[in-house]
């Protein structure tokens, strides 16, 4: 994809909430057109990048904002970015939409702390509502959920491709990414 223009999807949500589902399943789709896309997926970051941050408000806004600051290198010079961490506070979030501007997107991953309760990927809210991890998101420790996303996938009502599928066409309809090519014959 010659030419392909930067821009940061930045998905937000609870644990659980489809995140990690769903730009994976963009990641297939984006690179079958030749997208050099790269994620920044939270549990990925935390392992290198903030390896040794903690889940205080303090080092929660820290690895939000070393996100940012790669979205917006990477995003800058043409390569599409998929963020997706919870990124549980709004102030850090409008920081990071006041770096990027217009190759900022916000996504909102919505799912209700029940339901990803049931979901229980890792078995996480099980330890939360037992009182063995303090400072849980959504559990122990506050969510404050986007007021004004460009975008919404709620996974208690779409499949995780229906999902990527809109994120697609918002993409194109924004002209981030081309047509496909069933689109324009
Ligand atoms: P997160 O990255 O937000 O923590 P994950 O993607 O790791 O969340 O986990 C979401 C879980 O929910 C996965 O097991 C996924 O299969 C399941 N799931 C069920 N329905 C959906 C949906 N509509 N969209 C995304 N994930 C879904």
């Known amino acids: 994809m010659a030419g392909e223009k930067g821009f940061t ?5 609870l644990s659980g909430a489809g995140k990690t589902t769903i730009s994976r399943l963009l ?29 205080s408000k303090e080092d929660r806004d820290t690895n939000i904002r070393r996100i940012a600051f790669v979205a917006d290198l990477l995003s800058r010079n043409g390569v599409p ?14 920081e990071a939409r ?24 890792k078995g996480l809210y099980k330890k939360a509502f037992a009182g063995e991890i303090k400072e849980f998101t959504g559990v122990s420790d506050p969510y404050e959920a986007p007021e004004n996303p460009e975008v919404v996938c709620d996974t208690e009502d779409e499949t995780p491709e229906e999902s990527a599928e809109k994120l697609l066409a918002y993409l194109e309809q924004r002209e981030l990414v081309p047509a496909s090519v069933a689109a324009t014959v």
């Open 81 to 94: 970015v998929i963020a997706a961490a919870i990124s549980p506070y709004a102030e850090i979030r409008s």
């Open 98 to 121: 006041e770096l990027m501007g217009d190759r900022f997107v916000e996504v909102y991953v919505k799912a209700s702390v029940n339901t990803c309760a049931e979901r229980d990927v």
């Open 27 to 55: 990641e297939g789709h984006l690179r079958e057109r030749g997208s050099k896309l790269e994620i920044l997926d939270g549990d990925v970051v935390r392992e290198n990048l903030s390896k040794g941050l903690g889940f």
């Open 9 to 13: 999807l930045w998905f937000t949500g």
